[in-house]
């Protein structure tokens, strides 16, 4: 069905996120479409046919591909819910082991420490309180990193049975961390890089005992989204949350700002027709002598070349791109 909608002048070969080749030939396609052939910033087919054929060319086969997936998605049905989440009763368990091991740890790195971190090796230019929270850092985040690949592996195992991980992995929406969260164990809430600080005297929350440093105490979350939080869990990711969306907040102003100015600074400045294709402005002085220091045109060009000469030396030869050869593939 694809195939119908593809110009049969397209010739690529590429690998997809699930890790198979994609070979498009005369209109013929052979593999998975997933983001990395019509996706925004690294779609392969999709570049192909608006660099081979035009723009009005890409749109429409991007209307027509949306009206082919939406159709399919009506007769086939495409649902997701709780259930997609689930995992064994063993893999909870294994990922609870892995958390009270980063606990335990945390705990151990805390002993060594000491109360005043006298005979604790600190990293050049750190102080020892400084080198115990980044190792505590290290630590947790390899923890959560065991835990959340015992449930990606865990889920990766339902195959195409599970619609939350086939989106993750084509690319549609969200990703495997999001399902780790959901699914195994959140992590270390963070804010600027490191463990919560701030809050009452010498503690984040009242909850817990004064001068306390393990894990629990400065924002470590081991409960999953699907299981539920804590309510201390909960307000210590309320917390970095709100790192979150202040800082899209103030980044949003900050770069309309920037991009007003960079439009403001470059306005008088134009592309000249000759023979290095130089940059100059309205009083005709150069201000680059070679439009991009390479004269290519970005919204042309094939990440950050002119062309693709794979491509051209397929169609010249008639040939399907580089084949593993079989000691390769045992290798």
Do not use: W
Not at 145 to 151: E, I, S
Not at 231 to 256: C, I, Y
Not at 297 to 313: L, Q, W
Request: overall charge neutral.
């Amino acid at each position: 069905m694809i195939s119908v909608i593809i110009p049969k002048n397209i010739h690529l070969r590429f690998r997809s996120r699930s890790n198979d080749d994609v070979v498009v030939k005369n209109g013929k396609v052979t593999g998975t479409l997933d983001k990395r052939a019509i996706g925004a910033e690294d779609g392969r087919l999709l570049d192909a046919i608006v660099q081979t054929n035009g723009p009005t060319e890409g749109a429409k086969f991007l209307d027509e591909f949306t009206r082919l997936s939406i159709a399919a998605c009506t007769s086939l049905g495409f649902t997701t819910g709780i259930d997609d989440e689930d995992l064994s009763a063993e893999a909870l368990s294994e990922i609870e082991r892995h958390n009270a091991e980063a606990r335990a740890e945390v705990q151990a790195e805390l002993a060594k420490f000491g109360k005043d971190g006298r005979g604790y090796e600190a990293r050049p230019g750190r102080t020892p309180k400084e080198t115990l929270e980044e190792n505590i850092m290290v630590i947790l985040d390899l923890g959560k990193q065991a835990a959340g690949n015992v449930a990606k592996d865990e889920l990766n195992q339902s195959g195409n049975s599970n619609a939350a991980v086939g989106m993750a992995i084509s690319g549609a929406r969200g990703s495997m961390d999001n399902l780790t969260m959901m699914a195994g164990s959140i992590g270390q809430a963070k804010v600027r890089g490191a463990r919560l600080e701030r809050g009452y005297h010498q503690r984040v929350l009242p909850h817990f005992k004064r001068g306390g440093l393990g894990a629990p105490e400065k924002g470590f979350i081991s409960s999953s989204f699907k299981r539920g939080l804590e309510p201390t869990e909960f307000f210590m990711l309320s917390v970095s949350g709100r790192e979150s969306l202040v800082d899209t907040a103030v980044r949003t102003s900050k770069s309309g700002y920037m991009q007003r100015r960079l439009i403001n600074a470059m306005d008088d400045l134009k592309v000249y027709n000759d023979d290095n294709l130089s940059v100059r402005n309205t009083a005709n002085r150069i201000i680059q002598f070679q439009y991009g220091e390479d004269g290519i045109d970005p919204s042309r060009g094939v990440h950050g070349k002119p062309f693709n000469i794979d491509v051209v030396v397929d169609e010249a030869l008639g040939t399907d791109g580089p084949t593993k050869r079989k000691d390769e593939e045992l290798s």
